[in-house]
């Protein structure tokens, strides 16, 4: 329904099988790892809860990916199109694809929630998984317990679809056409300047894109978030890193504008 009223008014021409293929529910990708005891059971678990009591689909690596299909190829495209959930267990950080998902989650700016089902100890927790609900569920309580955290994981990764819907919205609302602005549905981090386009330094190919040294194209590129805003010490971090980029909550950059 969400993905219906955003995207309608603007796909109206389109062909009504296209349309009705990019309007399908949400699916939810159950990031996890399989080499502990926790993280492919938890992903089951939260898989046959969802299909059960809701309304949503999941997209679950051992039982979705058809065989002789590019493994990489279909992960990355279902993570660009879901609501993600990371089960984080104790050995989520250290795998190779755990941490792809992640990554791709962030710069595609998907819905997403972390899962803490660390048991022990995570030896390095990856560092790309904050600035998103971070959601309590203990890998060792009775099944009771935990049917009634799952329900609050679902609800937590639907908040964030509801964020995700409303921001777009809102968005839509301002008819903002400028190169030089790039919204985001939460609050950016630094992998935020990576979805910074090339284009908005004058020679891409020959200089880093976080050279703050580097003549921008545009006068004031502006990442815009939602309220309320970040932090000083968070600004004065990507003050330093790249001084050119503006930080701005909505608010504020509607008033500037």
């Given at each position: 329904?969400?993905?219906?009223?955003?995207?309608?008014?603007?796909?109206?021409?389109?062909?009504?099988?296209?349309?009705?293929?990019?309007?399908?529910?949400?699916?939810?990708?159950?990031?996890?790892?399989?080499?502990d005891?926790?993280?492919?059971?938890?992903?089951?678990?939260?898989?046959?809860?969802?299909h059960q009591n809701s309304g949503l689909s999941s997209f679950f690596d051992v039982l979705d990916i058809p065989a002789g299909t590019p493994f990489q190829e279909v992960l990355e495209l279902?993570?660009?199109?879901?609501?993600?959930?990371?089960?984080?267990?104790?050995?989520?950080?250290?795998?190779?694809?755990?941490r792809r998902e992640i990554i791709q989650a962030k710069r595609c700016n998907v819905p997403m929630i972390l899962v803490n089902c660390v048991r022990d100890v995570d030896q390095r927790c990856f560092p790309y998984m904050g600035n998103v609900p971070n959601v309590?569920?203990?890998?060792?309580?009775e099944v009771p317990n935990k049917a009634y955290r799952i329900e609050r994981v679902v609800g937590c990764l639907l908040d964030e679809v509801f964020k995700d819907f409303l921001w777009r919205c809102r968005i839509e609302l301002e008819e903002v056409d400028s190169p030089d602005v790039l919204f985001m549905a939460r609050p950016p981090e630094l992998i935020s300047l990576a979805n910074i386009e090339q284009r908005?330094?004058?020679?891409?190919?020959?200089?880093?894109?976080a050279d703050p040294s580097t003549p921008l194209d545009v006068a004031d590129p502006v990442i815009v978030?939602?309220?309320?805003?970040?932090?000083a010490e968070e600004e004065q971090l990507f003050e330093e890193i790249m001084p050119r980029v503006r930080m701005r909550n909505l608010t504020r950059w509607l008033t500037e504008a």
């Open positions: 329904m969400l993905r219906h009223y955003i995207e309608y008014p603007a796909r109206r021409a389109d062909d009504a099988r296209d349309l009705e293929r990019y309007l399908d529910k949400v699916t939810v990708f159950l990031s996890h790892s399989k080499h005891g926790d993280g492919e059971r938890i992903a089951r678990d939260i898989r046959d809860w969802l279902h993570v660009k199109r879901s609501a993600l959930v990371a089960v984080h267990t104790d050995s989520y950080s250290s795998r190779e694809w755990c309590r569920l203990d890998p060792g309580k908005l330094f004058e020679n891409p190919e020959s200089l880093p894109l978030y939602p309220d309320p805003p970040l932090g």
